[in-house]
């Protein structure tokens, strides 16, 4: 049950999750419940140490190859 709404939760889902550093940016798989009602995400044990794991690799610079190119195009009108 969602601690937020009382919905019900779907158990187990991965998700994808974005991590920071300066410029730099990492995906990082996560295991999560999602509320099907509200969509609160509840991370499992783990997965919060998993992601500053991912962002001190960034900090590092041993993060590995890079793959694919990301664009900045906030400046565009909604």
Do not use: F, I, N, S
Request: charged share 30%; glycine share 10%.
């Amino acid at each position: 049950m969602c601690t937020r709404c009382g919905g019900e939760l779907e158990y187990g889902r991965e998700l994808e999750r974005y991590v920071h550093e300066g410029e730099d940016v990492a995906m990082v798989t996560v295991v999560a419940d999602v509320c099907r009602r509200c969509g609160e995400v509840l991370l499992h044990p783990g997965m919060t140490e998993k992601m500053a794991e991912a962002e001190d690799m960034l900090r590092r610079r041993a993060a590995g190859a890079a793959v694919g190119r990301v664009y900045d195009l906030r400046h565009l009108a909604a």
